[in-house]
């Protein structure tokens, strides 16, 4: 039995469903837990099987909380109970640094979007958050980037070193998105023959959630059967609400919050629209594309390898509302157009990036690194875990 610590600090979102997927999808030979905040969707609803651990983590740098974390981390990890302890973005590999050398167990480190990304290319936020991710990379024993333009900035950046860093890209289930949506139109009070124009995405700086309402306030002049849907939430909830007001867009704004079956609201859209700063592999956009929705997205890093302009999708600048609001409204004047972009994306977007893929990869890398443990590893007895 190989015996993995996920360690996940985002209460939701593409990280945590990255987590059950392999959780729920890696079958017998595997036991997971997970060390996450009170807030994550584990505590309420665990993958199958899987123990939780409740670590109080704030989402920010926080200097006392980080330290109180890494210790209650540590304190699980050191229990030799794992073959491997899996580092889920930049907060959980910050927590990552005070475990090197203390534990016998492989560490795994998945940035899953690098944390630099979000800053100014040469400024010294971006500057600190590169020097943190190069020590985060050194004392992990291996860092896997889940796109290729997230492995080559890894290397590229001196970040960490090429033999250092694996690739196994995201996957999506292209059975389940070929399937009809068991949600209606109706049920989220849009119109049958509505216009949608939809987004699922935390409301969070990085996703950019205001160029989407600034866009649909463009759209909206220009389509009068357009509706828009925002599947998500996150702390710039209100000042979205309030642009949403003052754009005098209340009736044909659905802003929907978290949901466990986006994937079947994102099947009611006529056009998804990825506004992101900065990314790894954004799973929502292998899920628009598995469903074969037309995409419109910013060049952010990870997706630009994914989308080719005017191909299986089109490609926008980052923070320029206008232009992602004439890319909505030309795929609005053009059905044919949306049909050939979405069937282009299924083919050369998530068709090569199946669920069944995925798992497998991080099954066989799995195997490799808790085979390396054991030679290392002093066997204990197992503790008990509480299951939730």
Known sequence: MIRILHVVEPANGGVPLFVRRLCEGMGEGFRFEIACPPRSEFCLAPPVGTGVHVVEMARQIHPLKDVLAALRVRALARSDRYDIVHLNSSKAGVLGL???????????????????????????????????????????????????????????????????????????????????????????????????????????????????????????QRAPDAHFVMVGDGPLEREVRSLIVEADLSGRFHILGWRANATDLLKLFDVFVLTSRYEGMPFTVLEAAGARRAIVSTKAPGVRSLIDHGSNGLLVAIGDSQAIAHAVISLHAAPDLRARLGESAFETVAGP????????????????????????????????????
Request: with cysteine.
């Open 98 to 220: 005070l475990l090197k050398g203390r534990l016998h167990a492989k560490m795994v480190f998945t940035p899953h979007a690098l944390r630099s990304h979000a800053y100014p290319e040469g400024s010294p936020l971006r500057r600190a958050a590169m020097l943190l991710e190069a020590r985060i990379c050194a004392a992990a024993d291996l860092v896997v980037a889940v796109s290729r333009e997230e492995q080559r900035h890894l290397t590229e950046l001196g970040l960490a070193p090429a033999e250092k860093v694996q690739l196994i890209e995201n996957g999506v289930d292209l059975v389940d998105l070929g399937l009809p949506s068991v949600v209606s139109r109706a049920d989220l009070g849009l119109p049958d023959n509505a216009f949608v124009v939809g987004t699922v995405a935390r409301l969070s700086p990085q996703k950019d959630p205001i160029a989407f309402v600034r866009a649909a306030a463009i759209i909206a």
């Open 353 to 388: 990036r199946s669920l069944e893929l995925m798992v497998e990869r991080w099954g066989s890398l799995y195997r490799s690194l808790a085979r390396q443990a054991a030679q290392v590893t002093v066997p204990t007895a197992e503790l008990p875990v509480a299951q939730r």
